[in-house]
């Protein structure tokens, strides 16, 4: 024991393969193959008469706001149902009746789980009481729950600084549990908040903020209906978004176009079978993309600048292409921007991008005369070390074309998790607001700390140093969602107090500090009762649309608890009574915590009342046409470089993308329907001419090292599916290949991990 006691946990999990089966990849998405597809995994999860119930609640008003994506929902739901697929597979591996508590623990050490895949871990079904691993150990064992808050308060108190503290929130979490958790973290002095967000959409939010004066989308729901153009650029809705396709569908029919830009021809952009129309169960379907543009990964840049040089050459014979009106009054950067444009090859950015150039030319001819454009987009733009300058090249377009800021038109980055926005607005955050912090001074009665805290890299990093000990997540799943498995594991591991509040076992739970809680909390699904008394909470959706939620289900077992009542019991333990803000009330009252959000968030206005029903939008400067905070007071053209990859001729480009059956590092199942592959999550997709050259066969099983500063990073054995996609380019899944991810390359600015584009070499090995 001592110091040097180590358990010896895998961060990788069982590596043996499956027994594969490959189809080809499905032209049609959802219909009634999608509802039973759900269906299925529901009743066998959660059973056949709470399945129905809840979900017939599922984004209903009176209902909880569904556990998946941040997709929001149309004013007039659908008596049906408004969910989709993995809407109803998130929910039924929430609700499962499945359990496991003390017993569990006791029988399996931490070792021998950690031998078992993610997939596995998760079947184990909802954690339902509070645990403990002391130091030494290699089992979890039951611990109340005042025992666990005296535990985390006094490792707090150890602490030579609250800097060494780190608190982790990933997106799930309503916005009173968010708001409590990060006023906590500041209380106890720190903003070492890292979130799910800054590996995901941050360079969204730096790039919009750059350019449009806020980090969020500018359109609502109801914009997408009758927009003429819609761009989706680096998403795949079908899996991921799948209630997306429900909008394109209508502003289809309302005779828009639909462009999609990605390396891989996703099935939810093909064609779509809305399964909430009869037309969806017995008609054909709707072709979702009139045009698909087969961009190499990373090249959208290349892509983008080459269409607008075409869109520059139109314009410069009757000025009738570019709003030229709006961006005199509303813009910066025009001249220079053209300027920048003509020093560019356009043969050159063709063979960069990829793309067919009559593919290319009917991209323009599309968008030359049209106004109302959304552009969409996800984690094809933002995971790559350009990605904040992506998404500015995307936001040209929109600027040039004057699609701003008026109804049908704007910006819309897809959000992940179903409260990642909310999570941000009251709160979550590494950077200091000055504005905020006075805020919390006037309403809350503290000095929140005026250092920038630690964003995800730097969280790693300072666990890696030893220099943080203690670190805490609410909800989510670190070790695997974060870059660099095993440099993360280390870091993890140097804690003294590793604390996690979930709701299922994920490998976080297993590769721990020296002492581990795991706290068991409420999905948003179940009823949060507190002395007789139904609670709900709110949540903010993809478009800065607040609602509430209310859960209906009874909850896994009496002994877990909601987040804001962990958060607020733990922070009345800490302070014991020496603080201005009243924990205590505050976990019992949610009412309580909605007024402070009010009082300290800006835009939060009378949320109890307001959050009801349709809910209420926060303020958007953009949909204003307000620029008066950016530089000069003007929306902002920016000039972004060309992508340099440096490619060695052995070398690949690789993006980790989600399987049809998995949120996040949840895997639902081992199958991913839509791309046509069954059973196995350790694949490769290539290029066949691209197999044929590296003399590779069918399902022949490959190392992947990626190497980068000199460190060499292997993610071992997958097998290569050929598949459609650019030459040169490889896609696998995510969290299997983050192993290859190195923790300090990231997005300029943003510090996105490069998820999408990654530099590896095959290696062929023996099955
Ligand atoms: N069912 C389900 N729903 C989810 C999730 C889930 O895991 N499962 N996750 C949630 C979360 S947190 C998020 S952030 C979102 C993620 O939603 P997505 O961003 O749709 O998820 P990814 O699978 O990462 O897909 C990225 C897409 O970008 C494309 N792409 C990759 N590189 C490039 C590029 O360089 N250029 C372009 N143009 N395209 C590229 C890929 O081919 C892929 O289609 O979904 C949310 N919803
Ligand atoms: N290589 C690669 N890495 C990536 C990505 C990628 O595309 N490629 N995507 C990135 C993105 S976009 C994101 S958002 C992150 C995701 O990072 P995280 O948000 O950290 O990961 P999740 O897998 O969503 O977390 C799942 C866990 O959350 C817990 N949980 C579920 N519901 C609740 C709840 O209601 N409350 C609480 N307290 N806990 C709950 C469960 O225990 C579950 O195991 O991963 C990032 N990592
Ligand atoms: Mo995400």
Redesign the pocket.
């Known amino acids: 024991m001592g110091n040097g006691f180590r358990r010896k946990v895998s961060v990788r999990g069982n590596q043996d393969f499956l027994d594969i089966k490959l189809k080809d990849p499905m032209r049609v998405s959802a219909g009634p193959l999608g509802v039973q597809a759900a269906l299925r995994h529901s009743f066998k999860e959660m059973g056949v008469v709470r399945s129905m119930n809840a979900l017939l609640k599922m984004n209903q008003q009176d209902g909880f706001s569904c556990p998946?994506?941040a997709w929001p929902d149309p004013e007039k739901t659908s008596k049906f149902a408004e969910y989709c697929e993995?809407g109803a597979?998130?929910l039924a591996d929430e609700a499962t009746t499945s359990h496991i508590g003390a017993d569990f623990f006791n029988k399996y050490s931490v070792e021998e789980l950690s031998l078992l895949t993610d997939y596995e871990l998760n079947k184990f079904g909802r954690i339902i009481e509070p645990l403990v691993m002391r130091e030494g150990s290699i089992h979890y064992e039951p611990i109340d729950w005042h025992e666990a808050y005296e535990m985390i308060s006094s490792e707090l108190k150890k602490l030579e600084s609250p800097d060494d503290a780190i608190f982790y929130t990933s997106?799930r979490s309503s916005n009173e549990a968010a708001f409590l958790y990060g006023m906590f973290a500041r209380a106890v002095g720190t903003n070492n908040m890292p979130d799910?967000s800054n590996m995901?959409?941050e360079s969204s939010g730096v790039a919009l903020g750059e350019t449009l004066g806020i980090g969020k989308g500018s359109i609502k729901l109801e914009d997408l209906y009758e927009a003429e153009v819609v761009i989706v650029?680096?998403?795949?809705?079908g899996?991921?978004?799948p209630r997306m396709l429900s909008a394109l569908e209508k502003c289809k029919q309302n005779g828009g176009k639909v462009i999609s830009?990605?390396?891989?021809k996703?099935s939810g952009l093909v064609n779509f079978k809305n399964p909430q129309h009869l037309s969806g169960w017995i008609g054909s379907g709707e072709d979702i993309a009139d045009l698909h543009l087969p961009?190499k990964?990373?090249?959208?840049i290349p892509l983008i600048k080459l269409i607008l040089i075409k869109l520059a050459a139109l314009d410069a014979i009757k000025n009738d292409i570019f709003d030229h009106q709006f961006l005199k009054t509303y813009v910066d950067g025009y001249q220079e921007l053209l300027n920048d444009l003509k020093t560019h090859d356009e043969k050159v950015l063709l063979a960069q991008c990829g793309v067919a150039l009559e593919t290319i030319n009917e991209a323009v001819n599309l968008l030359a005369r049209k106004s109302k454009i959304v552009v969409c987009w996800?984690?094809?733009?933002t995971q790559?070390k350009n990605g904040v300058e992506n998404i500015r090249e995307y936001v040209n377009l929109l600027l040039l074309k004057g699609a701003i800021g008026k109804p049908n038109a704007g910006t819309c980055p897809?959000?992940?998790?179903s409260n990642?926005q909310g999570d941000r607005s009251v709160g979550i955050m590494h950077i200091v607001n000055k504005e905020l912090n006075d805020r919390i001074e006037k309403h809350l009665g503290f000095t929140p700390p005026s250092k920038e805290g630690y964003d995800t890299v730097d969280a790693m990093k300072a666990m890696y140093d030893k220099k943080a000990k203690f670190f805490m997540c609410l909800g989510g799943n670190f070790l695997m969602a974060a870059s660099d498995t095993v440099y993360t594991a280390e870091a993890m591991q140097n804690c003294d107090l590793t604390v996690q509040v979930s709701t299922k076992l994920n490998r976080t739970h297993l590769v721990t500090g020296k002492k581990a809680l795991l706290l068991p909390t409420f999905g948003r699904s179940e009823k949060d009762m507190k002395k007789g008394k139904l609670r709900h909470i709110t949540v903010e959706n993809s478009m800065g649309q607040i609602r509430q939620s209310q859960g209906l289900l009874k909850p896994a077992s009496d002994t877990i608890k909601s987040e804001p009542d962990i958060i607020a019991q733990l922070a009345d333990t800490f302070f014991n009574g020496n603080h201005s803000m009243d924990w205590k009330a505050l976990g019992e009252n949610y009412d309580l915590i909605r007024e402070k959000i009010d009082m300290v968030v800006k835009g939060f206005k009378d949320t109890e009342r307001r959050a009801k029903g349709t809910g209420y939008y926060l303020p958007n400067n953009v949909r204003e046409l307000d620029f008066s905070k950016l530089p000069n007071g003007k929306a902002q053209l920016t000039i972004n470089k060309i992508p340099k990859h440096d490619l060695k001729p052995d070398e690949y480009m690789l993006?980790?993308?989600?399987s049809?059956d998995?949120?996040?590092t949840t895997i639902y199942g081992l199958d991913d329907r839509y791309r046509g592959v069954y059973n196995e999550r350790r694949v490769l997709f290539m290029n066949p001419d691209d197999m044929k050259a590296a003399d590779l066969n069918k399902l022949d099983v490959v190392n992947m090292t990626s190497t980068y500063d000199d460190t060499v990073r292997t993610a071992y054995r997958f097998k290569v599916v050929p598949y459609a996609i650019p030459k040169g380019d490889l896609?696998a899944y995510?969290p299997e290949t983050n192993v290859l991810v190195p923790y300090n390359h990231f997005a300029d600015k943003s510090k996105t991990p490069i998820s999408?584009?990654i530099r590896i070499r095959l290696i062929k090995t023996m099955d």
């Open positions: 998946s994506c993995n597979k998130a997106g799910c995901c959409h650029a680096g998403q795949n809705p899996t991921n978004h830009i990605n390396p891989l996703e961009v990964i990373n090249q959208d996800a984690m094809g733009l790559h897809v959000r992940g998790h990642v993006m980790t993308i989600r049809h998995q949120f996040n896609a995510f999408k584009s």
